[in-house]
């Protein structure tokens, strides 16, 4: 099937009584330290297919990013804005695909399962050798990045310490259903009352996150781990999206006490900046959700700065 006669379709996912339902991910293979899986931690081994402005994928060039693995782990982006078709690399040298030279994400899917027919999404995780996806799930991806690939990585950091495993896998939960799943409830809901309880989720975790946040730099202690950065690839596109896009419309993340200097601080982090494409983010949303915002009109950013001072240093765990 060449490239023109892709059948995929961008979608908003399944709806559900006016409630929006994420699509389950559909690789879920992992990349094994002894290589029992098939698939071993090898340099050079594995490509990432990205957007920049997608936070689930984000999510994974932070990781990446984090630990050093820009020479193990090589990537490439994909257009912000996508036509029916779905994710595409447009050229132009940003939007290129230099492993498989593939013009449509849904390529790398129907290579790995030619009977897939379902949305194709970011982040993909691809291994060069065996040229198939292996995995398509941002949080397994995240955890794979930080973990196995340690060993491959030129500063690495421990994201997942072992001492809060549990606590930090039930924060993800909470966090995912309610804050970053949360803001797509209530952006694609079609029905008031879900839309309502929808929004009440999100401003109800992020209150409670703002409170845990009063004595303890980050989520965990005075380092950030995996949860924190889960969270703030939501909280970087609250103000300028969600807020107005997906009617996320009670407070603005800036009128938080805590959060939002605690944005600005992991915003300020080594390496994490660079991660960051307002302008990418904001022409993907606002001009590729036309239920949402048929204008394609792209709202200006709001005037607060990242750059100010977190002051949030003195804080301990």
Not at 153 to 176: C, K, M, Q, S, T
Request: proline share 6%; hydrophobic share 40%.
């Amino acid at each position: 099937m060449v490239a023109s006669e892709t059948p995929f379709t961008i979608g908003r996912g399944e709806q559900r009584d006016g409630a929006f339902v994420r699509q389950q991910s559909r690789f879920r293979e992992w990349v094994t330290a002894d290589g029992a899986s098939a698939y071993a931690p090898e340099p050079g081994r594995y490509h990432l297919y990205v957007a920049r402005a997608c936070p689930w994928a984000h999510r994974t060039l932070i990781t990446r990013a984090l630990m050093g693995l820009e020479r193990a782990v090589t990537v490439s982006y994909l257009d912000p804005i996508r036509d029916q078709r779905g994710w595409a690399f447009t050229g132009a040298g940003a939007y290129e695909d230099p492993v498989n030279a593939f013009q449509f994400l849904s390529q790398a899917y129907l290579a790995s399962d030619p009977a897939f027919s379902a949305r194709v999404t970011v982040p993909v995780l691809w291994d060069r050798e065996l040229g198939r996806i292996v995995n398509n799930e941002s949080a397994d991806i995240m955890r794979m990045l930080s973990t196995v690939f340690a060993s491959l990585a030129d500063h690495p950091v421990d994201l997942y310490p072992r001492a809060h495993a549990g606590e930090i896998d039930a924060l993800n939960d909470l966090i995912y259903d309610r804050v970053n799943n949360g803001v797509y409830r209530a952006g694609f809901s079609t029905d008031q009352h879900v839309y309502e309880r929808a929004v009440g989720d999100v401003f109800g975790m992020l209150d409670a996150l703002d409170e845990r946040l009063a004595k303890r730099r980050f989520l965990f202690g005075p380092e950030p781990v995996e949860t924190d950065w889960r969270l703030f690839t939501t909280l970087i596109r609250f103000d300028p999206v969600y807020h107005i896009h997906f009617k996320c419309s009670l407070r603005k993340l800036s009128e938080y006490t805590r959060l939002w200097p605690y944005l600005r601080d992991l915003y300020q982090w080594p390496s994490v900046r660079e991660t960051v494409s307002f302008d990418e983010i904001r022409a993907h949303y606002y001009r590729t959700h036309g239920a949402v915002n048929p204008t394609g009109i792209v709202a200006v950013m709001p005037s607060e700065s990242l750059e100010q001072a977190p002051g949030r240093e003195q804080l301990g765990g």
